[in-house]
C-alpha cells in the first residue's frame, strides 16, 4: 500500500522534452486567453460603437436605432442596470405647501417603461405654451409640463391646451408624449370646480375658429391682462419644477427650463452611453450628466447638431447661455475642450467630471438626473433669481459628480437677453437676503457643511 507522502506515481520532468512540452502548453495557453481578452473588448466596443441604419434614416426617427434587435437588447441591458419601477399616471388633486396640484389633468397616450427613454420636465404658464412644438419636434419622446394657473389664467390655460390637443398640426405628436399638470395658491382658485375643466377636456373642439383664440392669446399685449399680471403675482417657478419633476414616469429626467431646446438624437445617444459597462460607475455614487447652455440671435435657427453650434458660435451667431448676464454661471468645466471634440457618428462620452467647487461653486447646470436629485426650494420665485443656487448647494455638500456630456447641449428659443432685460433689482435683493439668512442655515442644519461648496 502507497503511503500518503509516497511518491511511486510521480514521473519526474525529462531534461529537454518535457520542459519543451510545458513551454509549448503554456504558450497556447496564454495565447489562447489573450484572444478571449480581445474578442471581449471588440464585442464590447462594436455594441457600443454600432449605429444602425442611414442619416435619412435616423433624421426620421430621432430616439431609437432602426435596427429592432439592437433596440431590444439595449433595453434589456438598461432595465437591468436600472432596476427601476414605472409609477402610475392618474389624475390626482393634490395640496403642495401652498398651493393645489392637479397632476396628470392630461395625461400622455404613449405607454413606456422607466428605463426605455427620459422624460424632459419642465415649466411655466400659459403664455409659454407656444414652446411644447418645437421642443417635442427634438424630443420626441415623454415631456412633463407643469403650468401656473391662478384664478381666471386656469382657464385660459385649458383652452390652449384643449387646441395643442385637439387642432394643432401637430397634435398627435402632443397626445402622444405630453403629460399636463397645473397648479394655483390656495388664495387664487378657480371660478369653477376642477371637475368642469376635466370635462372640457374630454369634448372635442371645434377647430374652425381656434387660430384666432390661439393668435390673441399670444398677442405680445394680451399677455398683461393675465390674472397673474393683474395681481401682480410672483412666478413660483420651483413648484412647478418640483411638480413637473416628480410626475416623470421614466427614471431619467431632464430638468429643464420651456424655452430651452435639446439637440435631436440626444436619447439614443445617451442611453447607449449609459448602458455601456465602461460608464456604468457613474449608476453607483451621486452623478448627474450636465448638457452646456447656448442662446443664438433672433431669426436665427436653433442649431441641429454640434457641428452647426460650433459653426454658429464662430460666426458670432451663438454665445454661451446669459454670457451678457451671468457667464460663470452656466460655463461648464473643461468648456475649451469642449468646443474641440465633434463627432460624426452619433455617440456619447463625458468630457470632463467636477465637483460644483471653486470656480463652479456659483454654477447652474442643467442636467439629465433622476427623481431623488434634492428638491427645488418652492419658497423661491422667478423674479427673484438664483432659484436653483440651493439645490446646487446641497448637491455640492452631498458630494455630487458633475459629468459633462460631449456631445448633448441645449439653446434657448432665438433671441440673446441683455442685462437690462433680467435684471430685476428690488426681488433679487430680497430673495438674496433670504438665501443668506435663512435658506442656508437650514441646509446647514440638515446636511452639515463642506469646506468649498458656496451658496
Not at 385 to 411: E, P, R, S
Amino acid at each position: 500500500m502507497t503511503g500518503v507522502g509516497s511518491t511511486a506515481n510521480y514521473k519526474p520532468l525529462r531534461t529537454k522534452d518535457d520542459v519543451a512540452m510545458v513551454a509549448r502548453r503554456s504558450t497556447v495557453l496564454r495565447t489562447v486567453l489573450l484572444l478571449v481578452v480581445v474578442f471581449f473588448v471588440l464585442f464590447c466596443l462594436m455594441g457600443y460603437f454600432y449605429q444602425p441604419g442611414s442619416s435619412s434614416d435616423r433624421s426620421k426617427n430621432h430616439q431609437y436605432p432602426t435596427d429592432e434587435a439592437s433596440y431590444e437588447a439595449l433595453l434589456r441591458r438598461l432595465k437591468t442596470i436600472l432596476n427601476c419601477n414605472t409609477q402610475k399616471n392618474d389624475f390626482q388633486l393634490e395640496t403642495h405647501g401652498n398651493y393645489y396640484a392637479l397632476r396628470n389633468i392630461v395625461a400622455a397616450q404613449q405607454p413606456i417603461e422607466c428605463y426605455e427613454t427620459i422624460t424632459y420636465t419642465t415649466h411655466g404658464d400659459y403664455t409659454f405654451l407656444d414652446n411644447v412644438v418645437p421642443l417635442l419636434e427634438r424630443w420626441r419622446a415623454p415631456l412633463s409640463v407643469a403650468l401656473y394657473a391662478p384664478g381666471t389664467d386656469l382657464d385660459r390655460t385649458v383652452e390652449l391646451i384643449r387646441y395643442l390637443l385637439e387642432c394643432h398640426e401637430r397634435r398627435l405628436l402632443v397626445r402622444q408624449y405630453v403629460s399636463f399638470h397645473l397648479y394655483f395658491g390656495v388664495e387664487h382658485l378657480p371660478e369653477r370646480p376642477i371637475s368642469h375643466y376635466r370635462e372640457l377636456l374630454t369634448i372635442p373642439l371645434d377647430c374652425s375658429n381656434t387660430t384666432t383664440l390661439w393668435n390673441v392669446l399670444y398677442d405680445a399685449e394680451v399677455g398683461v391682462d393675465s390674472f397673474r399680471v393683474v395681481n401682480n403675482l410672483t412666478y413660483p417657478v420651483n413648484v412647478g419644477r418640483n411638480l413637473a419633476r416628480s410626475s416623470a414616469l421614466t427614471h431619467f429626467v431632464l430638468a429643464s427650463d420651456i424655452e430651452l431646446y435639446p439637440n435631436p438624437d440626444f436619447i439614443p445617444m445617451f442611453l447607449r452611453m449609459i448602458a455601456h459597462p465602461f460608464y456604468q460607475y457613474t449608476l453607483h455614487s451621486p452623478s448627474v450628466y450636465v448638457l452646456p447652455v447656448f442662446e443664438v440671435a433672433e431669426g436665427m435657427p436653433v442649431p441641429e447638431d454640434k457641428g452647426e453650434l460650433l459653426d454658429a458660435l464662430q460666426r458670432g451667431e451663438a454665445i454661451k447661455f446669459h454670457e451678457k448676464i451671468c457667464s460663470n454661471c452656466h460655463t461648464v468645466p473643461g468648456y475649451a475642450e469642449w468646443l474641440g471634440v465633434l463627432k460624426y457618428d452619433y455617440t456619447m462620452d463625458i468630457q470632463t467630471t467636477s465637483k460644483r467647487l471653486g470656480a463652479y461653486s456659483q454654477w447652474e447646470p442643467i442636467y439629465v438626473g433622476t427623481k431623488h436629485e434634492p428638491q427645488y426650494d418652492e419658497r423661491l420665485s422667478w423674479e427673484g433669481k438664483a432659484d436653483k443656487m440651493t439645490q446646487g448647494y446641497i448637491m455640492c455638500i452631498l458630494g455630487y459628480d458633475f459629468h459633462v456630456l460631449d456631445n448633448g447641449f441645449l439653446v434657448h428659443r432665438p433671441g440673446i437677453k441683455s442685462i437690462k432685460q433680467a435684471n430685476r433689482p428690488p426681488q433679487q435683493a430680497k430673495q438674496r437676503t433670504f438665501i443668506r439668512r435663512t435658506i442656508a442655515k437650514e441646509i446647514h442644519a440638515l446636511y452639515g457643511d463642506l469646506e468649498g461648496c458656496a451658496i
